[in-house]
């Protein structure tokens, strides 16, 4: 399953969003029921994880790490207590809590954005200031392809 693209959306005043239509038929395909949302640790939107790929990634943590590791078992910790269970309702909406919508800054206008095996929910002004320098992404893209192709050489 892989998330592509962008679309925008408004949340309502109870925090209800259509989820795209584009992702929905993906998780449909892919027999997703369940989501898991939480802030993104390295930026300030939400992620949603289809509950397969959350369990995966959870698996990853607690393979590495032992019960006996305090730092682990405190990394663990707060990932998983910022987490949020949601799904979709008959109408394919999302319902966000409000103090989820206020970590990510955002208020009515949010733009989903495709991560491969997630999904981002930005405010959609902070998207666009994020996703307005093509120029940059280049420069970006030459610097880390350069430096994936160097280490597997």
């Known amino acids: 399953m892989r998330f592509t693209g962008n679309s925008d959306a408004k949340a309502d005043a109870k925090g209800r969003i259509f989820l795209p239509a584009a992702f929905r038929k993906l ?30 990634m959870l698996d990853q943590v607690v393979a590495s790490t032992s ?20 799904s979709l ?19 009515s206008e ?13 405010n959609r002004q902070a998207a666009d200031a994020l996703l307005e320098s093509e ?3 280049a420069l970006d893209m030459e610097a880390l392809m350069n430096t994936t192709l160097c280490n597997h050489s």
């Open 27 to 56: 998780l449909t395909q892919s027999g997703e029921e369940g989501l898991v949302m939480r802030r993104d640790i390295f930026q300030k939107c939400l992620v949603l994880y289809p509950r397969s790929v959350w369990d995966r």
């Open 67 to 86: 019960p006996f590791n305090g730092k682990g078992r405190d990394v663990m910790r707060r990932l998983v207590a910022g987490t949020e269970n949601l």
């Open 89 to 107: 309702d008959s109408d394919g909406r999302i319902l966000i809590p409000r103090r989820y919508l206020e970590m990510a800054g955002i208020t």
């Open 110 to 122: 949010v733009r989903f954005i495709g991560m491969d095996d997630t999904i981002e929910i930005w």
């Open 135 to 137: 120029d940059q992404l």
